[in-house]
C-alpha cells in the first residue's frame, strides 16, 4: 500500500481509538454521577427517617430524574459540536468549489509542514484531492471525517443508559438492607464504587491512579456526609 495510504489510514484509526476512549470516558463519568447524586439523596433521606417507602421515592426520583437530565444535556451539548462540525464542512466544500487551486496550494504547503518535500507534498496533495478532495481537507485541516460526525442521540442514551447503572447501587443499598445498616453498607458500597470508578476514569485517561481515586472518593465521602448530616438535623429537630 502506498505511504499515502497508509498514513490517512492509521490517523483515523488513531481518531477511531481516540473516540472510543473519549465514550468510554463519559461512560464512567456518567456512573460515577449516577452513583455520587443518587447517594448522597437517599443518605440525606435516611438521616432524617427510616421509611423504605419515602428512600424509594427519593432514589427512584432522583434516578429517573438525574438520567434524563444527563442525557438532555448531552444531546444538547454533542448537537452544537455536531452543528459546528457541519458548519465547518459546508464552509470547506465552498472553499473548494470557489478557489481551488489556493486550497490545493494551501493543501500542499500542509504537507510540507509535516515533513514531506516540497514536490512530494505536491503530489500528494494533488492526487488526493482528485481522489477525494473534501475528505483529503477535512483530515488533514480539520482532523475531521464527514462519514463520522459525532451523534447527539447515541451520546444521550449512552450517558442515561450509565447514569442509570451507576445509581442503581446505592438505590439498592439503601433499601436492601436492615434499617440500621442501611446509611453504613450504603457508604461502603459507593465509597468503594468510586474507587473503582477513579481507577478506571485514571487508567483510561493515563493518569495517575492514586491521586485520581483519592480525589473522587473524598469528594464523594464528603457530600455523603454533609448530605447525612442535614438529613439528620432535619429529622431530629422535627422539620420533617
Not at 65 to 91: C, F, K, N, P, T
Not at 153 to 166: K, R, Y
Not at 199 to 210: C, N, V
Amino acid at each position: 500500500m502506498p505511504v499515502t495510504e497508509v498514513i490517512p489510514a492509521i490517523e483515523t484509526d488513531d481518531r477511531q481509538i481516540g473516540r472510543r476512549l473519549n465514550w468510554l470516558r463519559a461512560g464512567v463519568l456518567g456512573a460515577n454521577d449516577g452513583i455520587v447524586s443518587v447517594a448522597s439523596l437517599v443518605v440525606g433521606v435516611a438521616g432524617a427517617t427510616t421509611s423504605t417507602s419515602a428512600l424509594a421515592t427519593a432514589g427512584i426520583a432522583g434516578l429517573v430524574g438525574g438520567a434524563i437530565s444527563m442525557a438532555l444535556g448531552e444531546y444538547v451539548s454533542v448537537s452544537s459540536q455536531r452543528d459546528s462540525e457541519r458548519a465547518l464542512i459546508a464552509r470547506e466544500r465552498h472553499d473548494l468549489a470557489t478557489r481551488p487551486d489556493a486550497e490545493l496550494a494551501t493543501l500542499a504547503l500542509l504537507y510540507r509542514r509535516r515533513g514531506l518535500s516540497a514536490s512530494t507534498a505536491d503530489t500528494v496533495a494533488r492526487e488526493l484531492t482528485a481522489h477525494d478532495a473534501l475528505a483529503a481537507h477535512l483530515e488533514v485541516k480539520l482532523h475531521m471525517d464527514a462519514d463520522d460526525l459525532v451523534s447527539p442521540g447515541h451520546a444521550a442514551l449512552s450517558s442515561a443508559v450509565s447514569f442509570t447503572f451507576g445509581a442503581l447501587l446505592p438505590l439498592l443499598a439503601i433499601l436492601l438492607p436492615p434499617a440500621g445498616l442501611r446509611v453504613p453498607i450504603t457508604f461502603a458500597a459507593v465509597l468503594v464504587a468510586l474507587a473503582l470508578t477513579g481507577s478506571l476514569s485514571a487508567h483510561i485517561g493515563g493518569s495517575g491512579k492514586r491521586r485520581a481515586t483519592l480525589r473522587l472518593v473524598g469528594g464523594g465521602l464528603l457530600a455523603l456526609l454533609a448530605t447525612w448530616l442535614i438529613g439528620s438535623l432535619l429529622g431530629t429537630t422535627g422539620i420533617v
